[in-house]
């Protein structure tokens, strides 16, 4: 459908040029376009783009709001050529794939476009945002959900972001990210520090993931930390959210993701801690109660773990139990907290229970756990175990004081 049209502003007046740009399709052409609804259009032969039809209720027209990403700021009373046509030809279209961000599109405020592997989200407001419609790597992908719930901005954020101070777990974050196509390019970090220091130890640590810094914060309580940005990613934050939400209320697809989920989640909110009276593994987790609910479930279905109700119950801030001898073991054979000193702890603390066990004699007659816990640990474990003896570290149980220290290499 073709037509001419004059700009209009429309707006605050106090904004002046600043103001949006409009057309109003003319009424002959009214009863050809779904309002409201979504079309695609071009202005003057320009780019095409899609927009947002709506029909406003004081009055019989129908408008279309000219973004400036895609037209630039015209006159107002400037006639333009206009080109629509309906949106619906272009939609992505549902699919039977297990992990398609599709569904999980806000689709009051977002056009989803089919491009083959990539959809493009349009809002109407900004350049639409280009992902893949599912990950290249499920068992990222997952990670990435079970990190980001824990250390990931959700309610009210603008952009996707989540913090850490680790670098390991941010390079992690990134090569996730590139799985769902999203390249470093479009990356960037904001740095924290406490007051009182400068962000030079934070630059040291951070710098070489080549990122651009988009600023720096001081505040009263961080250690050197930082937050990996997606430009521009509102739509990514809206999907991820649904996605968890989703899995919150319905669980996990298969085993294989709710495992990759709780050590994305333990990466994040959980750590290992030594009670040095009882000898004792204590897993520890931050976050909420249902976070935690959530996580146990996961170990659980994945691992055939049987929890007992309220042995890891929530309180507030962290909580602390202890792990099974054999649990504490799988949770390092499967790869829990490989970026971290937590993994340090734990196959350094696993290694003093269970010689306790041989230099006692009782290996024979070990609790069942405790000959599980063995036989794991003597086939995954043993060798990175003897490394981790040598470490200068090990004379303090690796305990650093800092939740999120690296893996000592």
């Not at 991820?240 to 085993?255: H, I, M, N, T, Y």
């Not at 976050?287 to 279905?301: D, N, S």
């Not at 971290?340 to 306790?356: E, F, K, P, T, V």
Request: proline share 5%; aromatic share 8%.
């Amino acid at each position: 459908m073709y037509f001419e049209a004059p700009v209009v502003l429309e707006g605050k007046t106090s904004k002046g040029d600043a103001r949006n740009r409009r057309i109003c399709v003319p009424q002959k052409h009214r009863a050809s376009i779904t309002a409201p609804g979504w079309v695609w259009m071009r202005v003057d032969a320009g780019q095409p783009f899609f927009a947002w039809a709506r029909r406003t209720p004081s009055r019989t027209s129908i408008d279309i709001t000219l973004p400036s990403f895609a037209v630039p700021r015209l006159p107002t009373g400037r006639i333009v050529h206009i080109e629509v046509a309906p949106a619906e030809t272009s939609a992505a279209l549902e699919l039977p794939l297990q992990e398609d961000w599709l569904p999980h599109v806000d689709r009051e405020h977002y056009f989803a476009q089919g491009l083959g592997d990539e959809i493009a989200l349009w809002s109407g407001h900004e350049p639409p945002f280009f992902m893949r419609r599912t990950p290249l790597d499920e068992k990222l992908h997952w990670w990435l959900l079970g990190f980001y719930q824990a250390e990931g901005s959700k309610k009210g954020a603008q952009d996707f972001h989540a913090a850490n101070t680790n670098p390991a777990l941010h390079a992690k974050m990134i090569t996730a990210l590139g799985t769902w196509g999203i390249d470093r390019s479009r990356l960037r970090l904001g740095l924290v520090h406490r007051k009182g220091t400068t962000d030079a130890a934070v630059r040291t640590l951070l710098e070489p993931l080549g990122l651009s810094i988009a600023f720096t914060r001081a505040t009263r309580k961080n250690d050197p930390c930082g937050l990996l940005y997606v430009n521009s990613s509102l739509p990514l934050v809206k999907m991820v959210c649904a996605k968890l939400a989703d899995v919150f209320e319905r669980g996990f697809p298969s085993r294989e993701a709710a495992l990759a989920y709780a050590i994305g989640w333990l990466d994040g909110d959980g750590s290992i801690s030594l009670d040095r009276k009882t000898g004792s593994i204590n897993l520890r987790l931050a976050g909420t109660k249902e976070e935690h609910i959530v996580l146990l479930q996961a170990l659980e279905y994945a691992l055939g773990w049987s929890i007992l109700a309220g042995s890891f119950g929530a309180v507030d801030g962290y909580t602390a139990r202890a792990l099974r001898l054999d649990y504490a073991a799988e949770l390092a054979v499967v790869g829990a907290f490989t970026e971290s000193m937590g993994r340090a702890r734990l196959i350094h603390a696993l290694a003093q229970r269970l010689a306790r066990y041989s230099d006692q004699g009782r290996s024979l007659t070990a609790p069942g756990d405790a000959l599980r816990a063995q036989r794991l640990f003597n086939a995954c474990l043993a060798d990175e175990a003897r490394i981790l003896a040598r470490h200068p570290l090990a004379a303090q149980d690796f305990v650093t004081g800092k939740k999120c220290a690296q893996y000592p290499r």
